[in-house]
């Protein structure tokens, strides 16, 4: 089944824009404000913040935790990636949630008001993102369908109708493998200088669109391994059929299939063609752990988007 490719993240970088001499931030104190007449800071003296004036506010906290968890597990090798979907999952969820309680604080809504254009971008990417893993959502669906074809093909010894689900798990693979090479694409750590994107802007609306960008940028990075990880093992899973113990035991299914009677098979057979069945098993386990995992991902894209729409809209009427 050919799905339409989906758009993707692309990320936008523009010109750097000079905060306002006084700062304000969400997370912790920056420098002193810059006056023409320059003076020590006297022990009073202690940054504005909008919202606590503490070393780091706990949800940016959470969030920079979140965002690093989330680029460790992408930056694992093939087979770690393919052994820990689901950890993998579980990561991307929990930074958007953590995102979610971010863009619940007033001061964040605030921040993001007059970043009308960062916001416009941030609207856009996380559009993408859900546009993938909505595609990428329906692949798996379709995909677990192929391997139940595939199964149940090999416990009837039906030879035919192997042959074609494995065809149809290869291409199944190949179209997952062009979804990460464009979402890795995407992956790009967006410089401090870009977020506001020529604008004048304060400390705090720099603070708030960057990490929401950086959330976008770890979250395509994820997505590019988690979508290259199922495109190998679907792959792995093609080439063993299509090995020569594989086509062996394929063109025994077909032979079989095609007698009246069936003819007695090798030991060798036998152990082929369990072999296959239980890589397809796992395979069907394997599938069944993502389509639950990428289901909550696909959640999760979505609300963080329409939350920040929310705040888009509020403040633009």
């Given at each position: 089944?050919?799905?339409?490719?989906?758009?993707?993240?692309?990320?936008?970088?523009r010109?750097?824009a000079?905060?306002r001499?006084?700062?304000?931030?969400?997370?912790?104190?920056?420098?002193?404000?810059?006056?023409?007449?320059?003076?020590?800071?006297s022990?009073?003296?202690?940054?504005r913040s909008v919202?606590?004036?503490?070393?780091?506010h706990?949800?940016l906290?959470?969030l920079?935790?979140?965002i690093?968890s989330?680029r460790?597990?992408?930056?694992q090798?093939p087979?770690?990636l393919?052994?820990?979907?689901?950890?993998?999952l579980?990561?991307?969820?929990a930074?958007?949630?953590?995102?979610?309680d971010l863009?619940?604080?007033?001061?964040a809504?605030a921040?993001?008001?007059?970043a009308?254009g960062?916001?416009?971008r941030?609207?856009d990417?996380f559009?993408r993102l859900?546009?993938?893993h909505?595609?990428f959502?329906e692949?798996?669906?379709s995909?677990?369908?192929d391997?139940?074809?595939a199964?149940?093909?090999?416990?009837?010894?039906?030879?035919?109708?192997?042959a074609s689900a494995v065809?149809?798990?290869?291409g199944?693979?190949?179209?997952?493998?062009?979804?990460?090479a464009?979402?890795?694409?995407?992956?790009?750590?967006?410089?401090r200088?870009s977020?506001?994107?020529?604008?004048?802007?304060?400390?705090?609306?720099?603070?708030?669109?960057?990490l929401?960008?950086?959330?976008?940028?770890?979250?395509a990075?994820a997505?590019?391994?988690l979508?290259?990880?199922?495109?190998?093992?679907?792959?792995?899973?093609?080439?063993?059929?299509?090995?020569?113990?594989?086509t062996?035991?394929?063109?025994?299914l077909?032979r079989?299939?095609?007698?009246?009677?069936p003819?007695p098979r090798?030991g060798?057979?036998?152990?082929?063609?369990a072999?296959?069945?239980e890589?397809?098993e796992e395979?069907?386990?394997?599938i069944?752990?993502?389509?639950?995992?990428?289901?909550k991902?696909?959640?999760?894209?979505v609300?963080?988007r329409?939350a920040?729409?929310?705040?888009?809209?509020?403040h633009?009427?």
């Open positions: 089944k050919q799905l339409p490719a989906p758009t993707i993240l692309k990320a936008a970088a010109p750097a000079m905060a001499a006084f700062v304000r931030s969400i997370s912790f104190p920056l420098s002193p404000s810059r006056s023409p007449k320059s003076r020590a800071p022990s009073s003296y202690h940054g919202s606590l004036p503490c070393r780091s706990p949800i906290a959470h920079h935790t979140h690093r989330v460790a597990w992408a930056q090798g087979s770690a393919a052994s820990s979907v689901a950890t993998g579980a990561h991307v969820d930074l958007h949630a953590a995102l979610g863009l619940d604080l007033p001061e809504q921040a993001l008001s007059g009308g960062s916001v416009d941030l609207l990417s559009l859900a546009d993938a909505g595609y959502q692949a798996v669906v995909l677990k369908q391997v139940a074809e199964l149940a093909s090999v416990r009837r010894c039906d030879g035919a109708r192997l065809r149809s798990q290869r199944a693979g190949k179209e997952l493998a062009r979804l990460a464009a979402a890795s694409e995407c992956a790009v750590r967006p410089s200088l977020m506001l994107g020529g604008s004048q802007g304060s400390a705090a609306e720099v603070e708030v669109t960057g929401l960008m950086e959330s976008a940028a770890a979250t990075s997505s590019a391994a979508f290259g990880a199922v495109a190998a093992m679907l792959g792995s899973v093609a080439a063993e059929s299509c090995s020569c113990k594989g062996t035991a394929l063109v025994c077909v079989q299939n095609k007698k009246k009677a003819m090798s060798e057979e036998d152990r082929v063609t072999a296959m069945a890589r397809l395979l069907e386990v394997f069944d752990e993502l389509e639950a995992g990428s289901e991902v696909f959640r999760s894209l609300q963080t329409v920040l729409l929310n705040i888009h809209t509020l633009i009427f």
